[in-house]
């Protein structure tokens, strides 16, 4: 598994830290992106809440494959 670069990190945790700012509704409730899910970049893993929305991991996998070639396979 290629190692992902700290120039990728630094992109990939600015990205998440503006969707943060986009609440999201899980049971009626508004929660931050960032409380339904869990995310390691080295080696690279996401754990998803049972509960999260699925365009929020949509958009979680979508900023992961934008600097991490393969990460469909990995996550």
């Known amino acids: 598994m290629d190692k992902v670069t700290s120039t990728a990190i630094n992109s990939i945790r600015a990205e998440l830290n503006l969707l ?19 995310i390691e970049l080295d080696p690279v893993h996401v754990l998803f809440n049972t509960n999260c929305p699925d ?6 996998q979508s900023i992961l494959s934008k600097y991490i070639p393969g990460v469909e396979d990995r996550t």
Not at 20 to 38: A, F, G, H, I, T
Not at 55 to 60: E, G, I, P, S, T
């Open 20 to 38: 943060d700012k986009e609440m999201v509704s899980v049971d009626d409730r508004l929660l931050k992106p960032s409380q339904c899910y869990r």
């Open 55 to 60: 365009d929020l991991r949509a958009k979680v």
